[in-house]
């Protein structure tokens, strides 16, 4: 029973646009979530993360916004950009057990040029 | 640049053979992680561990065992390899009691035919 779910598998934006990947929680307990990209035979590299005690968290082209009541999280990127074409993995963690964290299945995103 | 190495990129082995993935990070993180990566399902826990020969069963340890003899390096060993562990193995580390954010290595993609 997957505690982080990424409904969508794959999704296409045209270069410029806005770019939303959603992500939804059943772990109450979870507190601290994270986003990691991963590009085809490289392993996946930290992105942007936010603590339950806010509700967004900025970085450059990327934000993400978290609503604890409807236990989900999006992530933004404006403008999206051909190099943004990549996997996109959430993660969440429950801030015990030895600092693990659960990642969501992916969600693939295309930004076409 | 924290850097995490797998020993291999990719590995072809036979059905019961025993086969050694090895990780090693130079951040002098307590935390690493083994992972598989398998389409649909996301990254998967392994195992872990968060110290010296101490180790901790993920969700998914059946069929692997795990050695951490020194602080920078953590094995995972797989004891009779079946097709079923045909996958991608990401080993990762991180510091203990920091912002969960772990660094991934660039992955080992084995087949067991």
């Given amino acids: ?113 | 640049d924290v850097k995490v190495t797998q020993s291999s990129r990719y590995l072809v082995k036979r059905t019961g053979e025993k086969v050694f993935l090895e990780c090693v990070q130079d951040m002098d993180h307590e935390n690493m992680f083994w992972y598989r990566q398998d389409p649909g399902l996301g990254l998967r826990l392994i195992y872990f561990s968060y110290d010296v020969k101490m180790k901790e069963k993920g969700d998914i340890p059946e069929g692997y065992s795990v050695s951490r003899e020194k602080k920078e390096r953590f094995s995972l060993i797989l004891e009779s390899a079946s097709t079923n562990q045909t996958s991608m193995y990401l080993c990762a580390s991180s510091f203990m009691g920091g912002s969960y954010e772990q660094y991934f290595g660039p992955g080992t993609r084995l087949t067991v035919t």
């Fill in chain 1, 1 to 113: 029973d997957q505690q982080v779910k990424q409904n969508s598998p794959s999704l296409s934006v045209q270069e410029g646009r806005i770019s939303i990947l959603n992500c939804d929680y059943t772990n109450s307990m979870f507190d601290y979530f994270l986003w990691y990209k991963k590009y085809p035979a490289e392993g996946p590299t930290f992105l942007i993360s936010i603590s339950s005690i806010k509700d967004k968290n900025e970085d450059g082209r990327f934000t993400v916004f978290l609503n604890k009541s409807a236990k989900h999280l999006s992530l933004h990127i404006v403008p999206s950009q051909p190099g943004d074409s990549a996997v996109y993995f959430c993660a969440a963690s429950a801030g015990t057990s030895y600092d693990k964290v659960i990642f969501g299945p992916g969600t693939s995103l295309s930004v076409i040029p």
